[in-house]
């Protein structure tokens, strides 16, 4: 049993990885494979995998995660200005100060749990918002973003005698530029790797403690186990992970701005998880994909677009089915979001990944396991996104 | 849970191996897929058509400018392309456009929302450079968004056409050397409004600062106590408040108790509309300090916002870089065809859009290729008259547009809903100039002008 969902996983690992590395080549007919959006999906899974360890694994719903990612782009782009532009450094610093701040806003809001916990995180995220947004302003430089300036420090790069030329400097990894497809390729393999990481305590003790928690913590605590320090870990550990991908989205664009902070960014990784599926490995992953990728291009569909779509029409349905359209395209994207989700938790209540495994049941007829699904089927998802 | 077996650690080193030889094998593919025979990124190069990335607001507390802005776009690529009236294309002077789209290639255009935040902004530009091949941005509104955009535009090789944005920022210290605006800016406001405020209220004011809380909010304070000191004024307070706040009681109120007599009103769009409102509602206009007349003055003042402010804006100054009911034939030619189009007048922001389009192209037409860095060389110090501003240059060493500033007052009796606002004063050109290396424009470098290759 224990071998045989071992091999399962790395063929989920493998499979993964591989679809996550191929993007450019499977997204071409999706019209998303721009280095951007890809960066996107690759930035947003890893924060909605994190989120998942918190979330799937605990059953502890957090609607403060945004602050760590937020936290995380601020720390990225002062290690830019300071220190250096090469990413390491970035990285390590928001992870490190996104764990540091994970661990003082979980010590406080664990102490509850259930609503009074979201409640708390959301408490914490907003004031953290607030603060950046117009108190901590010489820090985060408020609603105009913190960004890079030619008269910045650069304490390190000014040691190793890289040259101040007239324009910003970008940010690298040993000289190569982070911005495009390397940038792209980069967050894919921090994605692959925090994947990885998410399957080792899936399936380590630790992460079958924090099930034992989700299904009972009284009776957890009853065994004589203090379930509070399990929490904990797990509620940094997913802070960090948004620690990181805030680093990268500083990374991939060096600007960092008060607004990943806002209560909307925090419920729309609750969103992308829900969406996905709760609990599995795969599924947050797929929910922020499906998310952005509608985000980011049917909020750009305008009249001219769908006067195209609608070709074949005569003219004055046209009009009509291009105005009924309308409002769920361009600025309307929300609106077609949110029906989505409404039939998705209504129907799939186990997110995508739910059909994915209904899907499999039909083609196999009769399953021989109701278990995780395989790697092929990370692929079918994203067809229908 | 001892699972982990020495077999399991040989197969991670081959799905390792496997990933990684797919990583690099796929990688060429995508590393070079725009490097193909191109001198400057996004290179129409023999196609028939050339994009152009329209980027503005499309919801958030400028959304009403956003889409004004936008109408103006879309008018703007019609003409280009020989179709409707021409609009201002045929009062530009020099112009070499020829109505028949950019170099003979038929504009096109992708619009995005900018959401007015920095992030969404940049986000919707990248995919229209990465994505849509765009070879110009423009946008605005806010002037946040403005700055952040021209930096990604300047780091990625695109011309940036700034739409409305008044920060004296963004060509100041942020200004960048492939970003152009032509709006006029804080500090602008302020030397024209000054000797007006003068004459109007006299030397002696004590004035109290409401501020949006961003870089236009900043500057503009800045700018507007510098102006109002030199005529004599105090300042009160200066309170900064956040963007989309919606209700501004809780700034009000402290106002009555100030001591000041004048309200500077440093808010834009939605935010000014229910400042305002509300600082009528609690009867500031009718208040009487040291036995003056309370009084509020919007700097940045629009005919949208008047529009939504109501009776509110009668009687109360500010600035505007153009007004639909100026009378020369370039305005007179714009508000026609916008009219013709929509239905009703143009706003100052979509004015100062469908200028930046049409010297864009002008510019493009001039230096005969679409090369970033041969558009900014043949925008630079361009000289230019008919687009509704009078004589107008782009100074070459901020990429600042440099001409006259209209000071109006919203009237008493007005005519129509859209004739809301009357001109007080056309601010000459000389009196609102300022040298490059002026302390509020100081701390930037234009850069060198960047191709994207």
Redesign the interface.
């Known amino acids: 049993m224990?071998?045989l969902?071992?091999v399962s996983d790395?063929i989920l690992?493998?499979g993964f990885?591989?679809a996550v590395?191929?993007m450019?080549?499977w997204l071409a007919p999706f019209?998303a494979d721009?280095?951007?959006?890809m960066q996107?999906f690759a930035i947003f899974g890893l924060f909605a995998i994190g989120f998942n360890i918190l979330f799937g694994l605990t059953g502890y719903l957090s609607f403060g995660h945004a602050a760590f990612l937020g936290i995380g782009s601020y720390a990225a782009v002062w290690s830019f200005k300071l220190l250096t532009m090469n990413v390491l450094p970035a990285i390590m610093l928001s992870v490190v100060v996104a764990g540091v701040f994970a661990f003082a806003v979980g010590y406080i809001s664990l102490r509850r749990s259930g609503i009074y916990f979201s409640i708390l995180t959301l408490a914490f995220a907003q004031m953290s918002y607030n603060l950046a947004?117009?108190v901590l302003?010489p820090i985060t430089n408020?609603?105009?973003?913190l960004?890079l300036?030619?008269?910045d420090a650069r304490v390190i790069d000014g040691i190793a005698g890289i040259e101040v030329t007239?324009?910003?400097p970008?940010t690298n990894l040993f000289g190569l530029k982070m911005?495009?497809?390397?940038g792209f390729?980069f967050c894919?393999?921090v994605l692959?790797i925090g994947f990885f990481i998410s399957i080792r305590i899936f399936?380590?003790?630790f992460g079958?403690m924090l099930k034992g928690i989700k299904s009972n913590q009284t009776r957890m605590a009853y065994t004589g186990l203090n379930t509070r320090p399990y929490l904990l870990w797990a509620f940094i550990i997913s802070g960090m992970y948004a620690g990181l991908a805030g680093a990268l989205m500083a990374v991939t664009?060096p600007?960092a701005?008060a607004?990943?902070m806002q209560w909307t960014a925090s419920g729309e990784v609750v969103l992308m998880t829900i969406l996905g599926g709760v609990g599995t490995l795969v599924g947050p992953f797929l929910g922020a994909a499906f998310i952005k990728y509608f985000e980011?291009i049917f909020?750009?569909y305008?009249s001219?677009n769908l006067n195209q779509v609608f070709d074949f029409l005569p003219d004055g349905i046209q009009a009509v089915a291009v105005d009924v359209a309308g409002l769920f395209v361009?600025?309307g994207w929300h609106l077609t979001l949110g029906l989505l989700f409404m039939v998705t938790v209504i129907f799939l209540p186990g997110g995508i990944m739910e059909g994915v495994r209904r899907l499999g049941l039909l083609v196999t007829g009769k399953s021989k396991k109701n278990k995780a699904p395989a790697a092929g089927s990370s692929s079918t998802a994203n067809e229908h996104s | 849970?001892?699972?982990?077996?020495t077999s399991?650690w040989s197969?991670?080193d081959v799905?390792k191996a496997?990933?990684a030889s797919?990583?690099i094998a796929?990688?060429p593919?995508?590393?070079t897929?725009h490097a193909y025979g191109a001198e400057y990124l996004n290179n129409p190069g023999s196609n028939s058509t050339v994009t152009l990335g329209f980027n503005v607001p499309?919801?958030g507390a400028y959304a009403d400018e956003g889409a004004d802005e936008l109408r103006a776009y879309k008018l703007a690529v019609k003409h280009l392309n020989g179709e409707g009236d021409g609009g201002m294309m045929n009062t530009m002077q020099p112009s070499s456009l020829k109505g028949n789209g950019i170099l003979g290639k038929k504009v096109e255009?992708?619009?995005?929302?900018t959401q007015t935040?920095?992030?969404?902004a940049?986000?919707?530009a990248?995919?229209m450079i990465?994505?849509d091949g765009v070879v110009m941005v423009t946008g605005g509104s806010s002037?946040?968004v403005a700055?952040?955009v021209q930096?990604?535009c300047?780091?990625a090789g695109v011309i940036f056409m700034a739409g409305l944005t008044h920060a004296n920022d963004t060509t100041g210290?942020?200004k960048k050397a492939n970003g152009f605006r032509h709006f006029f800016n804080a500090f602008m406001s302020g030397a024209a409004l000054g000797p007006v405020l003068k004459n109007a209220y006299g030397t002696e004011r004590n004035a109290y600062h409401l501020t949006?809380?961003?870089?236009w909010g900043w500057t503009q304070e800045q700018s507007i106590q510098a102006s109002t000191e030199s005529i004599g004024w105090s300042t009160a307070q200066k309170v900064?408040t956040?963007?989309g706040a919606g209700d501004f009681s809780q700034y009000i109120t402290p106002i009555l108790n100030s001591g000041a007599d004048t309200l500077i009103l440093n808010h834009y769009g939605k935010d000014m509309i229910n400042s305002l409102t509300q600082a009528i509602q609690f009867g500031l206009r009718d208040r009487q300090v040291d036995g003056k007349d309370f009084q509020i003055i919007v700097p940045l003042f629009s005919r949208l916002m008047a529009q939504g402010a109501g009776d509110n804006i009668k009687g109360i100054f500010g600035s505007t870089n153009w007004h639909w009911s100026l009378s020369d034939a370039g305005s007179q030619a714009f508000v026609k065809s916008f009219g013709q189009e929509y239905g009703f007048p143009p706003s100052q922001a979509a004015h100062t859009c469908y200028v930046q389009t049409l010297l864009y192209a002008d510019a493009v037409e001039r230096a005969g290729t679409f090369e970033p860095c041969e558009v900014v060389a043949s925008l630079e110090g361009h000289k230019f008259d008919g687009l509704g501003n009078g004589p107008t240059e782009y100074r070459a060493g901020d990429h600042q547009c440099f001409k006259d500033v209209l000071v109006v007052k919203g009237k008493e009796n007005p005519s129509s809903q859209f004739d809301l606002l009357e001109i007080v004063e056309v601010t000459p050109r000389a009196q609102v100039e300022y040298p490059v290396d002026h302390e509020m424009f100081a701390?930037?470098?234009l850069?060198?002008c960047?191709n994207g290759v």
Request: glycine share 10%; hydrophobic share 30%.
């Open positions: 224990n071998k969902s071992a790395w690992f493998a990885s591989i590395l191929s450019p080549v019209g721009y280095p951007d959006l996107r947004y117009s302003t408020g609603e105009t973003g960004q300036t030619l008269s007239r324009t910003l970008f911005s495009g497809m390397p390729y894919a393999v692959i399936r380590s003790p079958t664009d600007l701005g607004e990943r980011n909020s750009a305008n001219t361009g600025s | 849970m001892s699972k982990k077996t399991a197969r991670r799905l496997s990933a797919t990583a796929g990688a593919l995508f590393f897929r499309q919801s255009y992708v619009t995005g929302d935040k920095s992030d969404a940049r986000a919707s990248k995919r990465e994505k002037s946040g700055v952040a930096s990604l300047q780091d210290k942020d949006a809380d961003y870089n900064l956040p963007v701390g930037g470098d850069g060198t960047n």
